[in-house]
């Protein structure tokens, strides 16, 4: 995927926070450890790796509150925030190097 089109994926998990959200009546809370990253899909001189760690990280929150409300599997979001964890690795690698 290019930077663009993770761009738009990352802005449609915005809208599926927002929905979920509203359907549960959860809170930022839940969100805190996205939030606290301050990558944002309008941030676009972000790297695409940081994008990338940004929708594992939403993606997994939001599979966690689907598996308490829904019947989605928790193991789901255990793997997208095993997959974050790697991606914030990489990204750590990526600074000291510079």
Do not use: G, W
Request: glycine share 0%; proline share 2%.
């Amino acid at each position: 995927m290019n930077k663009d089109e993770l761009i738009q994926l990352h802005q449609l998990l915005i809208y599926i926070r927002k929905y979920i959200q509203k359907k549960y009546n959860v809170s930022d809370e839940k969100f805190e450890e996205y939030d606290n990253l301050h990558i944002y899909p309008h941030h676009i001189h972000k790297t695409k790796i940081e994008h990338i760690y940004a929708i594992f990280i939403l993606s997994s929150i939001i599979s966690r509150i689907l598996s308490e409300h829904e019947k989605v599997p928790k193991s789901i979001s255990n793997l997208l925030m095993n997959c974050s964890l790697k991606i914030s690795k990489e990204i750590t690698r990526k600074r000291r190097m510079r």
